[in-house]
């Protein structure tokens, strides 16, 4: 009699075997992970602020002080996207996984333990609508004066940054924790929170996508970090800022953020290259301001950059500028303007006041009288200073009672604005 076979397969069975070895490891994998996650430490505030709290391993702390002093030793911050580092990013309670680095080319930017940041998070979530912004002193900036400088370009429909303040903390998760202690725990108190750049800063200035140029810093940092260098060795003092070069030998050339994204999108790649020959022509002395720039945006930006005496934001390496596809003109963008100083003299944008460009000028003169009528200011501070003096009040608990927000300096910036206007106008009459 036959035995009839019962239809098992050694191959079958094998393969089971192997399937279920592998999702015991996975699971197992999985479970590590689960017990490798941190948990933010809870948080004692002391303002009535958006609370920011940065949580990284001590290795990684580790990574970003060697880095800080470095930068302390060379009298620059050099970075790269080998520098950033993972951590965890709690805004008001919700914790966002995201990646950080040090930011703010000079020192001051990296005092104490209010470290400056750059922060990407992942994932594609947002901030206030940021997926990408900086954390930093707010000092570096001009206080509150830099919030109000993006609003005043906001309300002009001209381009501006999310500009806010939080309390800020950091978390380190130490390796062996020593008596129960697993954190190093530090209020390092209220940061200024800056949007950087990307296409999210072009929808919320309600813009068509398209790219933002700038201008290179290669040459600048390189020279700056080798002038320190020497300075070091010898016992000299180093000049602690020159101007880069846009335009002669050795110039600094135009780049664009997000650079490989452009390259492999056909639409933003043809916009990068026109916006870019656009610049670079106009470098070269080739197109005038008003065949490059959208010139009513770029005079009334120039008055407001005065007004504020954000002339810092002027400087070529400070420089952001949108492309437009639909008016194929570049708009500037209100970036790093260290605002709140008072002006000496008047200070144009990126070669306006080479050559008379009739066009421009006129904008300029017309930006200049709107800019520096006093009823202009009377309407900026109705609409923004009972919050600018809210913000102002809480930091100065923390940064001492000075003025911050200054009104003599905004008037006083309004005469050299009306003098230029007369200027202007004077050498209008005699070019015709």
Request: with cysteine; aromatic share 10%.
């Amino acid at each position: 009699m036959k035995i009839k076979s019962s239809g098992s397969n050694p191959l079958m069975a094998i393969g089971v075997c192997v399937l279920m070895i592998l999702a015991l490891v996975a699971f197992r994998s999985l479970d590590k992970k689960k017990v490798e996650v941190i948990e933010v430490p809870s948080i004692e505030r002391k303002t009535t602020l958006n609370s920011l709290q940065i949580t990284v391993r001590e290795k990684h702390y580790r990574k970003l002080k060697e880095k800080r002093n470095e930068a302390l030793a060379d009298g620059i911050l050099e970075t790269d996207d080998n520098d950033y580092v993972p951590g965890i990013i709690t805004f008001d309670g919700k914790d966002y996984d995201a990646e950080l680095r040090l930011k703010g080319d000079w020192t001051d930017h990296l005092q104490d333990d209010k470290w400056s940041y750059r922060i990407k998070l992942k994932n594609d979530q947002t901030i206030m609508g940021m997926r990408k912004f900086s954390v930093h002193h707010p000092k570096t900036r001009g206080y509150v004066n830099e919030w109000l400088y993006h609003k005043a370009n906001k309300a002009e429909d001209l381009i501006g940054l999310r500009y806010q303040f939080a309390e800020g903390f950091l978390h380190i998760k130490l390796k062996n924790p020593e008596d129960s202690i697993e954190f190093i725990n530090k209020n390092v108190g209220i940061y200024a929170i800056e949007e950087t750049f990307d296409k999210r800063t072009i929808e919320s200035n309600r813009r068509k996508e398209g790219v933002i140029l700038r201008i290179s810093e290669q040459y600048f940092w390189k020279e700056t970090k080798q002038a320190w260098k020497i300075a070091n060795q010898t016992g000299s003092r180093a000049n602690p800022k020159r101007i880069p070069k846009f335009i002669g030998p050795r110039n600094e050339y135009v780049s664009t953020f997000g650079l490989s994204k452009i390259l492999a999108d056909k639409a933003l790649n043809k916009q990068f290259k026109h916006a870019k020959n656009l610049l670079e022509t106009y470098r070269l002395g080739r197109l005038k301001p008003s065949e490059v720039f959208d010139t009513k945006k770029l005079a009334l930006h120039t008055a407001i950059n005065n007004l504020f005496g954000a002339y810092h934001g002027l400087e070529a390496i400070n420089l952001r500028f949108y492309y437009n596809p639909t008016t194929s003109k570049l708009e500037p963008i209100a970036y790093d303007g260290n605002s709140g100083e008072r002006l000496k003299e008047f200070h144009h944008y990126l070669y306006t006041n080479k050559e008379i460009d009739i066009e421009y000028t006129k904008e300029l003169i017309a930006a200049l009288e709107l800019v520096s009528h006093p009823e202009y200011l009377k309407i900026l501070f109705d609409n923004f200073y009972k919050e600018a003096k809210g913000f102002d009040a809480i930091l100065q608990r923390e940064f001492g009672k000075h003025i911050v927000i200054d009104k003599n300096v905004y008037a006083h910036n309004q005469t050299i604005l009306r003098q230029e206007a007369q200027r202007l106008k004077i050498l209008i009459q005699s070019d015709i």
